[in-house]
C-alpha cells in the first residue's frame, strides 16, 4: 500500500491516425476525406491499477484505438468537435470505472486537385496551412465541455506595427520602434458555451471557419502597439462576433524580423531588407472571456499555488 | 474599453540559450560549462498594453534576455534552480508592475573528451542522454516554488513486464501479455518542498542525480503488470528517498515493440525480434505526492472544470 | 603536409533567412514580400585552409552572409533563381580563389489577408502547403546550372490505385490490391536547359507554376499499378509540356494508408476506414530526362563506384 | 512508350525499425539489444513497372521490410555492417532484375541500468549521444561497398580556436578572432576498402569505437585556424590509425557562439557568457583519401556537371 497519494491520473492511446473517405453523388464518384490524428485520455477509479497490478478496471489502450476506427465507420466523422463528443460519451458511459473522458483532435485539411477533364474526383493536395484543433472532455459529473482551436497559422503584418514607451531599466539596450514588421504563428484556443456544446445541430465546421476569419482579419486590421494589444484585438474580436464562444486564449510567439544593418555596404535600408530569427523569440500568451463566464482553458503550465 | 475580461495573461523572452564557460585552476586551464535554455515569463499589471497601447508597464522582453546574459556574469550559473530562482526574484523585486515571474530552463549535459596528454582540459561532448528541466516561479503573494525535471530518457525492460485481466469490451481484440518489452520515454517533474527552495545552500545538482537514479533504478526493478504500476513505483521511490521532495509527476508514452510474426516464413519468434513503433501509442500521466500536501505541478491540458 | 588527397570540399555560411518587402502602388501602399532561406557553398583553392591554418584564400562565411542581405537590398528579389544566379555569379567571378558556387534556397509562399475595407495592402498569411526549392551552381570552367524544386507537397487519391502482379518470394506476404489509396510527399527537383538557365529574361516564377501544376494534375490523372508508374507519368508530364526542362527527379515516400480491419466488431470496411501510417514506408526515386541530355541532378547519396 | 530517358531509380522499404534481443548466461537472463532503423534501395532491371504497370520484376517493398525482420532472426545482427552485407547480398543474389542493392542502418546505442541486487540484467537505458550509419552497397558488378559513419555527435572547444587572416572584401565586416569557441555536430562518414568489406571475420564494431576515439581526440587536440583545419585533422588521424579505412567525409556545421556584449550594463566579458546560435550557420564539408584509391562517398548534393 502505498503511504502518499494518488493525485490526478490519465492514460489512453494518443494519436490514432484515421483518414475517412466517404463517396457521394449517385455513383459514389465523388469522394469526400477527413483526416484526423485522434488522442483519447481516460481519467476515473484506476487506484488499483497503479498500486496492485489489478487491471481489471482498465479498458486496454488498444480499444481505445480500436473504438476510434469502429466509430469512424458506424457513426461517420462529421466534424471534429462532433466526432470526439461521440467518443466522450462513449467511455463514460459505457465502463462504470471511468468517469472522464478527454480526446483530443488534430485535423489535416487538404483541397482538391481540380481535374476538369472527368466526372470522378478523388484527387486532393494537403492544403498545409494551420491545423485545426479540438478538446472535447466529457465528465460524470460535469457533463461536456469543448474546446476548439487551431495552431502553426503563421501570419504578419510587413508595417503598421510599433513598440515604445515601455519601461528602461539597467538592462534595457531595445530602440523604440516606430515602424516595424509584426510576425507571430497562431495557436488559438476557444470555448464554446454549454448551449453550443450540448445542441447536437451545432454546425462546427462553419463556427470554425468564422472564428479562423475573425481572428484573421483582426490581426490584420490591427495598428499594433505590441503583439499583446494585437492579442487581445484578436480575442475580442471572436467574442464579438461569436455569440456561442465564451473564452479565448492565444498563444502568440514574436517571430522577430530583424532590419539588416546594411550601411557598412553603403547602402539604406528604409524597411525592405529584414533577417528572420529563430531563437530566442517573445512569447505572449493571455486569455479573454466573456464577463460572468468562468475561464475553462487550461493556460501553459501554470502552476496552481 | 473592453466588454470583455482579461484573465491570465504573461509575456517574455523564451528560449534564451546561454553558455557559460567558468575557468578553474591555478592559470584557469581547466574548464567548466553550463549550458542552458532559458525562458522567462512574466505575469502581473499588463492591462493596459493589452488595451489602450500603453506600454508603460511593459518590460520588453529584449531586457528579460539581456538580464539572462547578464546575470550569467554577474551571478553565474551554479545551477538551473539557483539561477532561475536570481531571475525571477529580480524581476518581481525590481519592477512593481511584475507580481510574478515564471523562468523555466533547460540544461544540456557534456562530458570531457579525455585528454591525456595535457593539463589544459577545455574539450567536451554533449552527454545527448535526458535534458535536464527546471521551472522556478516567484510570487509577490505566495512565494517561491521549485519543480525541478528532466524529459526524453528513454529507457527499456526487455522482459518482466505483462498485461493481462483487463476490460475486455465489444471493440477489445488485445491479446494478454505474459512477458512483453516494455520501453518508455520518461518526462518526469517533481516539485520541492519550501524548505528546499528557500535553502540558499541547497544543493540542486546533487538532488537532480539522486532523483534521476531512483526513476532509473525504480523502472529497472519493477516487474511491472502495467505502465501504470510502473510510473507508481517510480514515483513513490523518489518520496521515499527524497524528503525534500514532496511531488512526483510523470509523463510515460508507452513505445510500443510488437513480436513480429515469423510464422508465415517459418520461424519461431520466442520474444527476440520486434518492430518499434512510432504511433499511435499508450500515454499513462500520473501526479503522486505526499500526504497532505496541495499539488502544484500543471497535469497536461487540464481543464478546470 | 598531407600524406593523403584533399577531394571535393565546400564552406560557406547556410540558412539564411532573408525576408524582403517590396512597396508598390503610388504611395508604396501595397506590400510585396519574398521569404527565402538561402544556403551559400564556395567551391575552389583551399588547400592551404585545411592544411596549414592560413585563411589567405578564405572568404569568411559571415561575409557570404553579409553579401546575401546586402545583394537583397541592391538587386532585389525578382524570383530564387534570379537571386541565386546573380549571387553564384558573384561570389565567382570577386574572388580569384572562389572557382564554383553553389546557391541553394527555400521559398515560403505567403498569400494576402484580405481586408477588403482598406487601400494598403500589407497583411500575409503563410500558404504553407510545399516549399519552393532552387539550386544554382556556378563553375567558372562549365558556367550555370539552375535546378528548380518543391518538397512537402503531400498528395493523396482515395481510389484509381492498384498493385498485383509482383514478384512473390519466400519472404512475400502482401496480398495484391485492386482499390487503394495511393498518397505521397513529392520532392521533385528539375534541371534547366543552358538556354533557360542563362536567358536573363527567363520568367523563373511562370516556370515554377507550370512545373507545379503539370505534377500535380499528373498524379491526379494517372491511374496507377505502382507509384513507380505514378512517379513516370509525373516526370513525363513535365518534360511534354515544359520544353526548357531537361530531367526531372521524383522522390515520392509511399505513404501507406492501410485499411482498417473492423471485422472483429461486426463490421464492414468498403474502403471507407484507414490508418495512416508513417513508419516504415515505402521510397521510390527516379529520373527521367530528355534523349541526349546528361543528367545533373544528384541522385541520394548515391556511391558512385 | 516513353520518348524520354528512365535513368537512375531505386526504391525499396525505408526505416524499418528493428530491436532484437539476445539472451545470454546458462539461463538466457543476460538480455543484450540492437536497436536498428534499416532501410532498403533496389535497383536494377524496373523499366517496365515504371513504363507499363508491369509489375513482374518488382519484389514489393513489403517483402523487403518481411526480410529485414526474418534475417533478424535468421542471422542475428551481429553488426549493423554485418546485417547489411547479409541483406544487400541477399537482394541481389536471389531475384535476376535487382542488380545492386543500397542498405542504409541507424543504430540507436543503449547502456544498462545497474541493478545491483540482481543477476538478471534486462535494464537499459537509451545512450542518446551520436547515432551510428551503415551503408551499404553490393552490386552485381562492382561487388561490395562498406561505408560506416556517425551523426549528431556534438562537441565543442571552449578555447584554442582562432580566425584571422582572410580574405576582406567589400561585404566583409567580421572581426578577426583570436580567442573563440569551436563547436560543431559531426556527420562523419568513412569507407572501409574492400579487404575489410569481403573479409567475414571483420570486426566492425571494435572498428567503430576507434575511429569514433580518434575524431574526437583530433577534434579535442587540434589548436584551431579554421573549422576546415579541424576537419582536416580529424581525417588525417582516421587515416593515419585505421589502415582499413580508405576515406573520409565529413560535415561540420559551425555551431556559432557569439560572446555577448555586456558592456551596455557595466560588465566586462572576457569569454565567459556566450549566447548560443542556430542559424544562420557555417557548414564546412570535405573529402580526404589515401593516395591511389578513388572516392567512393557521395558529396551532399553535388551535381556532376
Known amino acids: 500500500m502505498s503511504k502518499h497519494v494518488l493525485a490526478q491520473n490519465q492514460y489512453g492511446k494518443a494519436e490514432n491516425r484515421i483518414v475517412k473517405v466517404t463517396r457521394k453523388g449517385g455513383d459514389g464518384s465523388w469522394h469526400e476525406i477527413r483526416d484526423l490524428n485522434v488522442s483519447v485520455a481516460l481519467r476515473g477509479e484506476f487506484r488499483d491499477?497503479?498500486?496492485?497490478?489489478?487491471?481489471?478496471?482498465?479498458?486496454?489502450?488498444?480499444?481505445?484505438?480500436?473504438?476510434?476506427?469502429a466509430f469512424g465507420k458506424e457513426h461517420g466523422i462529421e466534424s471534429p468537435e462532433a466526432f470526439g463528443i461521440l467518443l466522450a460519451r462513449h467511455f463514460v458511459s459505457s465502463q462504470a470505472p471511468i468517469r472522464e473522458a478527454q480526446i483530443r483532435i488534430e485535423e489535416f485539411a487538404w483541397e482538391r486537385i481540380p481535374v476538369p477533364t472527368r466526372k470522378e474526383q478523388h484527387s486532393f493536395v494537403r492544403k498545409g496551412q494551420e491545423v485545426r484543433t479540438a478538446q472535447i472532455t466529457?465528465?460524470?459529473?460535469?457533463?461536456?465541455?469543448?474546446v476548439s482551436g487551431l495552431k502553426e497559422l503563421t501570419v504578419m503584418n510587413s508595417t503598421d506595427s510599433e513598440f515604445h514607451g515601455y519601461i528602461k531599466d539597467e538592462y534595457t539596450t531595445l530602440q523604440e520602434a516606430y515602424d516595424r514588421i509584426l510576425a507571430t504563428k497562431v495557436t488559438a484556443r476557444w470555448a464554446h458555451?454549454?448551449?453550443?456544446?450540448?445542441?447536437?445541430?451545432?454546425?462546427?465546421d462553419r463556427s470554425y471557419r468564422k472564428v479562423r476569419k475573425h481572428l484573421?482579419?483582426?490581426?490584420?486590421?490591427?495598428?499594433?502597439?505590441?503583439?499583446?494589444?494585437?492579442?487581445?484585438?484578436?480575442?475580442?474580436?471572436?467574442?464579438?462576433?461569436?455569440?456561442?464562444?465564451?473564452?479565448?486564449?492565444?498563444?502568440?510567439?514574436?517571430k522577430h524580423h530583424f532590419l539588416v544593418?546594411?550601411?557598412?555596404?553603403?547602402?539604406?535600408?528604409?524597411?525592405e531588407v529584414y533577417f528572420a530569427a529563430d531563437r530566442m523569440y517573445g512569447l505572449i500568451e493571455g486569455t479573454v472571456h466573456r464577463d460572468g463566464v468562468q475561464p475553462v482553458i487550461a493556460t501553459s503550465d501554470w502552476i496552481t499555488a
Chains 1, 2, 3, 4 share one sequence.
Open 193 to 204: 458555451s454549454a448551449l453550443a456544446a450540448d445542441d447536437a445541430g451545432h454546425d462546427w
Open 138 to 146: 466529457y465528465s460524470e459529473t460535469t457533463g461536456l465541455q469543448v
Open 261 to 271: 544593418d546594411l550601411e557598412p555596404f553603403g547602402l539604406g535600408n528604409d524597411h
Open 216 to 254: 484573421l482579419e483582426a490581426f490584420a486590421e490591427t495598428y499594433s502597439y505590441s503583439l499583446q494589444q494585437t492579442l487581445h484585438q484578436m480575442a475580442e474580436r471572436v467574442l464579438d462576433h461569436c455569440p456561442r464562444v465564451n473564452e479565448v486564449r492565444l498563444n502568440l510567439p514574436n
Open 49 to 69: 491499477v497503479h498500486l496492485t497490478g489489478d487491471n481489471a478496471n482498465c479498458l486496454p489502450t488498444d480499444t481505445t484505438k480500436n473504438t476510434v476506427y
